[in-house]
């Protein structure tokens, strides 16, 4: 069965659930091999996981170098294991860095590059990649013409299902960054954000728009994803108005998600912003005006104040949690 590449998207040694819809996406083409590409010692601490969601090898990249890099270093080791592998696939998640990467990674390997990937398969015997395109609009499947097909996989977009794997662990060299060409890490500042689960990551998000009115007023879609356990996130127009940072703007020019549930407050429902969040599994929408494009594609809603529906759907969670 032929080999399928896996960037292994981790944090702190522990692997992120979208690496878990990687490894299932990839059983779907042929064999899945983890790749980690980070700080030594990081491999040790994913093995398990990674084995539990079908990961037939792991290839263990690991330097030093490796956290004071940007992209590169993950690049330059996926390239040289495609060469060397001659695998049927890579996926890559498609988060920020994950495309930068597979972006990079597919003119290196003169390589065709499908992005934003909801599903994949093999159709005679070509790697085919479903993609949910035009806001959600239309679901179309798309495959590479040349080289070995980059995949960006959408994080939610595949739910991963466990499937016991060996793990076999094979070590690899990371190349010296070329510190004239790399981007190099030069500090850190901790995420705004405290606890609350990565936007992209989680399976409930809470998202407020210019309905809000006001940063202050964020508090009610805060209240709501505490309780909840949920990101939050925003629309374009509630981060231009200042109501609340650019890094949780969820959308066609922010981030996509595809929680199991979304709840919308105070958002219209423009396609921009239906394009980052209409394949949550169920969405909720919360919105004063009746004719609001949202409820076109909320599983529920509410035509109501915000301000009087939040607090008491946030009072009843809280009393049922007990
Ligand atoms: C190239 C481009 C890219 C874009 N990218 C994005 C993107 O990534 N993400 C994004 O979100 N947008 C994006 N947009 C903008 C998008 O077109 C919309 O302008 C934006 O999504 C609107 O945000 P909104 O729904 O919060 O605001 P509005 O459209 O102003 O809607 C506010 C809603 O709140 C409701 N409301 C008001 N008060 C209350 C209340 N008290 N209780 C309940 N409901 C209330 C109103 O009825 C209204 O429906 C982009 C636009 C362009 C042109």
């Known amino acids: 069965m032929s080999e399928v590449l896996v960037l292994v998207d981790e944090i702190d040694g522990e692997a992120k659930k979208v690496t878990f819809e990687l490894?299932?996406?990839?059983?779907?083409?042929?064999?899945?091999?983890?790749?980690?590409?980070?700080?030594?010692g990081t491999a040790a601490r994913l093995k398990d996981s990674l084995a539990a969601y079908g990961a037939a090898k792991v290839y263990v990249a690991e330097s030093d170098d490796v956290p004071n890099y940007l992209v590169?270093?993950?690049?330059?080791?996926?390239?040289?294991?495609?060469?060397?592998?001659?695998?049927?696939?890579?996926?890559?998640?498609?988060?920020?860095?994950?495309?930068?990467?597979?972006?990079?990674?597919?003119?290196?390997?003169?390589?065709?590059?499908?992005?934003?990937?909801?599903?994949?398969?093999?159709?005679?015997?070509?790697?085919?990649?479903?993609?949910s395109i035009f806001?959600?609009?239309?679901?179309?499947?798309?495959?590479?013409?040349?080289?070995?097909?980059?995949?960006?996989?959408?994080?939610?977009?595949?739910?991963?299902?466990?499937?016991?794997?060996?793990?076999?662990?094979?070590?690899?060299?990371v190349p010296a960054a070329d510190a004239a060409r790399a981007t190099a890490v030069t500090g850190r500042e901790p995420v705004v954000g405290g606890d609350r689960p990565e936007l992209t990551e989680a399976s409930i998000v809470v998202s407020g728009g210019r309905g809000v009115g006001s940063a202050e007023k964020f508090e009610v879609v805060e209240k709501l994803a505490d309780v909840l356990g949920a990101a939050v996130g925003a629309s374009r127009a509630a981060v231009d108005s200042g109501y609340y940072p650019a890094q949780f703007q969820v959308g066609q020019t922010g981030k996509t998600v595809s929680p199991?549930?979304?709840?919308?407050?105070?958002?219209?429902?423009?396609?921009?912003?239906?394009?980052?969040?209409?394949?949550?599994?169920?969405?909720?929408?919360?919105?004063?005006?009746?004719?609001?494009?949202?409820?076109?594609?909320a599983d529920f809603g509410v035509v109501g104040?915000?301000?009087?529906?939040?607090?008491?759907?946030?009072?009843?969670?809280?009393?049922?949690?007990g």
């Open 260 to 297: 199991q549930l979304y709840v919308a407050l105070g958002i219209s429902g423009a396609i921009q912003h239906r394009a980052g969040m209409q394949t949550s599994k169920t969405i909720v929408a919360v919105n004063k005006d009746a004719e609001a494009p949202i409820f076109e594609i």
């Open 23 to 40: 490894l299932t996406a990839a059983r779907e083409l042929g064999e899945p091999s983890a790749v980690v590409v980070a700080a030594p």
């Open 72 to 131: 590169t270093p993950k690049v330059d080791v996926l390239a040289a294991l495609v060469g060397a592998a001659a695998p049927a696939a890579v996926l890559v998640p498609a988060t920020a860095e994950g495309k930068e990467i597979a972006g990079r990674l597919a003119v290196r390997t003169d390589s065709g590059l499908l992005v934003e990937a909801v599903g994949v398969a093999t159709e005679d015997g070509a790697v085919v990649g479903t993609q």
């Open 135 to 173: 806001g959600g609009a239309f679901t179309v499947k798309a495959k590479a013409t040349r080289g070995t097909p980059i995949v960006t996989v959408r994080p939610g977009g595949v739910d991963a299902v466990e499937a016991a794997g060996a793990a076999v662990e094979e070590t690899v060299e």
């Open 305 to 321: 104040d915000l301000f009087a529906v939040a607090p008491q759907l946030t009072d009843e969670v809280a009393k049922r949690k």
